[in-house]
Structure formats: C-alpha cells, structure tokens
C-alpha cells in the first residue's frame, strides 16, 4: 500500500513537472516571437512571420505588442499589414482592435493594399460595431475600396448592413463593384437580400450583374413570386450567358 502510494506521488509530480517545463517552452516560445516581432534589424519575412505567429498564439498578452505595431506609422505596410491580419485573428479585445483598424485605416498616408486588408479583416470579424464606418467606406472614390466595402458588409450577415448595401447598390457606377456587392450580399438568405438581387437581375445593365444574380437565387429555396417572375423574364435577356443561368433555374 505505502509502495504504491508512493508511486502515485511520483507520478503526479511528473506530470506536474512535465506541465511546467511545457508551459515555460511555450512562454520562452512567446517571448521569441514578440521579439523579433519588434526587432527592426531583422529581416520582413522573419518579423512578418512571427506578427502572424503572435496573432494565432491565443495568448492576451499578444494584443499591446501587435496594436503597438499596428499604430506605428514610421512601421513598413507590409509588416503593419501583418499586424492587422494578426489581430484579425487574435481577436481580443475586440472593439480595441475595431476601433485601432478604423484609425490606422484612416491615416492620410495609409497604402491602398493596407486599407484593403483593414476592410477585409473588419468582414471577417464582422465588425457590426463598424458598420458607419464601412458604409462611408461606399462613397470612396477609389472602386477597389467600395468593392471591398461592399465585401466586408456582406460578410457582416447583418440586416442593417444588407440594406445599407442595398441603397448604395442603385448609386454604384461601376459594374465590377455592383457585381461584387451581390456576390456580397448572396452570404445571407433574408428578404432584404433576395429583393436586392432580384432587383439587380431586373434592371443592372451590366450582364455579368445580372449573371451574378441569376446564379445566387438558385440558392433561394423558396423562391418568392418576385424572383421567379424575375428568372422567368432572364430566360429572354439579351445575354446568352444570363439567359442559360435563368434556364438552369426555371427550365
């Protein structure tokens, strides 16, 4: 009995030293990273790299060091990039890291591709906090931002967001931009969602619009009235490819 008490004992201490040696592998693990992170002598790739790497560690303390990163406009784009994608999936705290995006997004000096990332990875946190914030996103006068404004809000699930889309849908001027704001929209199965694409189908008078749209309703089960009515007047379209997608919907 006092044998294999003993035994029992040496066995929860081994555990228990096991435990410690791989939590302080992993703290000493953490605290490589966030230095190279920080070290500007190192090269991008080895900081990129491990901005990433802090971002996918779930560990809190990754925050200040990647937000410091991120709000530091003497930083590359390319590894302040990094630190929004990084924070993206850190995602804690959460409207800390919203309103830092918002903010750096917002600097007059910001890249194009940097302010691309911030409202892609705002859609992938579906930051509904930020939904002012991307609606003014819209009336951009660069149409790679409004697309992915549109890209973003349609990522957000979110009615408000559908009927933003929706109105700023009929004042779009470019067709590849209205073209990805039904794409966009098409991630929700809501009435606000079908009347946009229905409507898009109906009257946009660019036809990769209209195929677009034909193609997303097929995902409407059931189909309301309108939008058969709207596929059924596609199986004429002007556009071959708009009337086969109809077709396929309605034979």
Known sequence: MKMHKHMGKLAGLTLFVFFLAVSLAGAS??????????????NQENRMKAILDLGSSSNENAAPILLCILKSTSEDQRIR?????????????RLTIIRALETAYSEPDAGKNFRYTVLMSMGKMKAV???????????????MIRLKA?????????ESALQVMARYMTTEQDYMVRAAGVR????SRSATTEAMIVKALRNDPAPLVRYNAAILLRQFDPLSADAKAAIEAARNDESSVVRKAAKEILP
Request: aromatic content about 6%; proline content about 2%; cysteine-free.
């Open 29 to 42: 693990d953490f605290s490589d990273k966030a230095a190279i992170a920080n070290d500007r002598t190192q």
């Open 184 to 187: 966009a929209a098409g991630q």
């Open 129 to 143: 906090e930020s939904l002012d914030f991307l609606t003014r996103a819209l009336s951009n006068s660069d149409s």
């Open 81 to 93: 990039t990094s630190a929004v994608l990084a924070l993206e999936n850190l995602g804690r705290p």
């Open 150 to 158: 549109f890209q973003a809000l349609g990522a957000l699930k979110n």
